[in-house]
């Protein structure tokens, strides 16, 4: 196995100022002999004393650092891309490499950095964020489909459910020989193929009261793409809670609407106090969408999501878009924060996680509705 | 000159797919019951049984939301724009 290792610039002096080694190995151990073979004394600086690479050196394969998959064991194949990548002072903290693009990456992304907004800071930026999408159907797909292409480094996802032909005539994700599959494994399956730089972590279970903190604090921005009222009030309470940003859509029919929610400007609780009873809003699958709203409040949620991760412009905070697709009308509406809110008013009651099912009068999710 | 409203599309079964109506009136509480009178079924979509604005249907005048103003006796003048936006929950 011809394996491509990536030296960082403080490790050059070793390899001849070369950026790139070309070296044989079937796993990261036995690449990294290589390099020390061919460039005495590489290895001393990767290996601690016990021969442990030491916290401070990440070691990613294929931008996947390498305690996420086997360690040093990690089997590698021709045309792998290994990078070692020291923290530095000033990042040390940061997760994933805050060092220079691989030539790749730059190509791959040009149109975006070589926007002044953008630039190789704002790239890096992308790499580093983690964004979850709740629901990988009509929302969820164009939203990462375009996180994936942007380079956003973590794409996290919640679906339970498998795909079915209804899904195909608007969710980008899946394609008709997905039919059957679970969902998370098709969105995987396409997001790897747009770009296989980005890590997509699958969480494959219905979002609960149960699980919802033990996701959404794991992210920097949550996306709503739920497909049900008890589902958007518990992503609501939870981001809140956890004080992330919400970015937030809904479509039906013609009409799709978007905002976004940061804590102190106001939540999904002061748009909408409370949920329709049961069957009173109908639901998709009852009244039908247009496939392109979701391609239109998709787009929108991604572009929020970009705006907030590179700081950029004014984002939809404190305003209701909607769209109206038979119009082709897009107006603002105002959004306050509600001071008698339950949730983010002056005097909150709903301090944790409740029965969201219970609250919208609705059955409990089970994985067999195929929306 | 009368008071627009635009009707959102999932309550435009009841108005014969029409998007936008012309109502003359001075109050909100006046334009739910002039929309009842022109499309029965109207009220019963924006009203709980108790007359009350429903929690999950928003009307905004002129982009501003009804709640913060003064609810359904908030005053309406002629050349005003009402948007009725009810929750959905699609993705």
Redesign the interface.
Known sequence: MTVSVYIPSPFRRLTQNHEYVDVDGVNVAEVLDAVNARYPGFGNLVYDREHVIPPHINIYVNNHEIHELAGTETALHDGDQVAVIPAVAGGADEPTPSTALTSDEAMRYSRHMIMGQVGSIGQRKMRNAKVLIV?A????SPVAIYLALAGVGTVGIVEFDTVDLSNLQRQLLHQTPDVGKSKLQSAIETLNAYNPHVTVVPHNAPLTSDNAMDIIPNYDIIV??????AT?YLVNDAAYLSGKTLVD???????G?ATVFKPGHGCYRC??????PPG?????AE?G?LGAITGIIGSIQATEVFKQILDIGEPLLNR?L?V?A??MEF??????R?PGCPLCGEYPTVTELIDYDQFCGSPPLVPIDAD | MAVRVKIPTPLRGLTGEVDTVQIECATLEEMVGQLEGAYPGMRERLCDESGALRRFVNVYINGEDVRFLDGLASALKAGDEVSIVPAVAGG
């Open positions: 629901g159907g009509g929302l969820g709503n793409g739920a497909d049900n009222f958007r859509g809904s479509i039906l029919l013609f009409d609407q748009l909408y106090p409370a949920p329709p009173l809003v109908p639901s998709c009244a969408v209701l909607l109206d038979l119009t107006r603002t509406m105002k959004l306050r509600d």
